[in-house]
């Protein structure tokens, strides 16, 4: 492995001080209008609702735009499974349309855990159904429904020509496709236990995910069939590849690959090369091999992105002691070589860890930090920081 050397951390926090109790940010995109989306949660508190906002980096300012459960018709306080999350299910279309859908596993008002196979028929405690909005980026509502019932959405990409939307459905790990101009689902059928935490797209809106064994599945965007690619993503050698998902994956510059994470024990960084049906593993994502099985925060890896320098930035957890905190990473994919610049701090403490990342027009980069109260943003100016010249667009949460 190679030597890494930690450099101190210049970043900037953008804080969603507007929702102090709000503990995680699970989806975050980079809009066509220059603005970033993000969809704040609550994680650990029962009764709570999602929001969209925005953060505008030329005026530097945060909107709030949507209260997901409010905007659904199914207020946080009822009682039943909450609204609180959306998880990798916050989407724009080339129009600026904005899709966000709302994720399972919320506690009701009272309660600070909540399990939906334990809740699936409860009178009062069941969850209503992943609920979907479209709005306009300053959140005037265009529609909403309750359209999977009993359950939430796990992580969506959209296919903007076609007019659709792939997901996973959670817990019962359905992939479907939701049709925008019919507003109807077809469910294509479980494709395991273990949700993947991604759909990624390519070009032509083929839709790509994992089943439980890390197996690459491709939904073909003109017949709206699975198929198994013969491709698994990486996994540690002490593993067989069980509960090997993906975490993150980011389209590479030019489109015709993308790079990603696995979750979780023993994360791995891959390219994956949409024509060739290929997969190059690059290795630990960052930090010693693991021999063996260890706490899931010691093993962790996303906010996957792209530069303005062509290089490749994510954020790991890297074990010390008995602690685990996130490094931001730099790779340049043409040698593999790793650099660590350092601790993601907020106030001198580390923050918990990251879920996804962003560039701007000009150029900065931006992660977006679960487990801490109140939730925020991390931006970050590469030294060679400019205009955006990366022409793919991440169209998935």
């Given at each position: 492995m190679q030597k890494v050397f930690v450099m101190v951390l210049n970043l900037k926090s953008i804080v969603f001080e507007g929702l102090p109790e709000h503990d995680t940010c699970w989806s975050l995109i980079s809009g066509v209008d220059g603005k970033l989306y993000i969809g704040v949660c609550g994680e650990m508190t029962g009764g709570m609702s999602a929001y969209v906002a925005s953060y505008d980096p030329a005026a530097d300012r945060i909107e709030y735009?949507?209260?997901?459960?409010?905007a659904l018709g199914v207020p946080a306080d009822n009682g039943q499974g909450a609204h609180s999350k959306v998880h990798y299910c916050l989407m724009q279309d080339n129009d600026g349309t904005l899709y966000a859908a709302t994720h399972a596993t919320g506690a009701p008002l009272g309660d600070w855990i909540w399990r939906p196979w334990n809740c699936w028929t409860h009178p009062q405690k069941q969850f209503s159904g992943s609920g979907i909005a479209a709005f306009h980026p300053d959140g005037e509502l265009i529609f909403t429904e309750i359209f999977l019932p009993n359950e939430g959405s796990r992580c969506m990409a959209l296919a903007p020509a076609r007019k659709k939307i792939y997901g996973?459905?959670?817990?019962?790990?359905?992939?479907?496709?939701?049709?925008?101009?019919?507003?109807?689902?077809?469910?294509?059928?479980?494709?395991?236990?273990?949700?993947?935490?991604?759909?990624?797209?390519?070009?032509?809106?083929?839709?790509?995910?994992?089943?439980?064994?890390?197996?690459?599945?491709?939904?073909?965007?003109?017949?709206?069939?699975l198929s198994d690619t013969g491709v698994q993503i990486p996994h540690a050698g002490f593993r067989n590849g069980y509960h090997n998902t993906l975490y993150d994956v980011t389209p590479a510059p030019d489109g015709g690959s993308v790079y990603g994470v696995t979750w979780a024990w023993g994360e791995r960084l891959f390219r994956y090369d949409f024509k060739e049906n290929r997969l190059h593993d690059y290795g630990k994502a960052c930090g010693e091999e693991n021999g063996e099985w260890d706490h899931i925060i010691h093993s962790h890896a996303g906010g996957v992105v792209f530069g303005p320098d062509g290089l490749l930035y994510f954020v790991a957890n890297v074990k010390s002691g008995d602690k685990s905190v996130p490094h931001l990473i730099r790779m340049n994919p043409a040698t593999e070589k790793r650099e660590n610049l350092g601790v993601i701090r907020y106030r001198g403490a580390p923050a918990d860890h990251i879920s996804r990342a962003v560039t701007d027009a000009a150029g900065n980069l931006y992660f977006a930090e679960t487990g801490n109260t109140p939730t925020k943003l991390f931006r970050y100016t590469p030294e060679t920081a400019g205009e955006m010249k990366i022409k793919a667009r991440r169209l998935w949460g």
């Open positions: 735009l949507i209260e997901m459960a409010s996973i459905s959670y817990p019962r790990n359905h992939f479907f496709i939701y049709d925008l101009k019919k507003r109807e689902v077809r469910d294509l059928g479980r494709i395991g236990s273990i949700n993947p935490q991604c759909i990624f797209t390519d070009r032509e809106e083929n839709a790509y995910t994992t089943d439980d064994f890390g197996k690459i599945l491709k939904c073909h965007a003109d017949t709206e069939e």
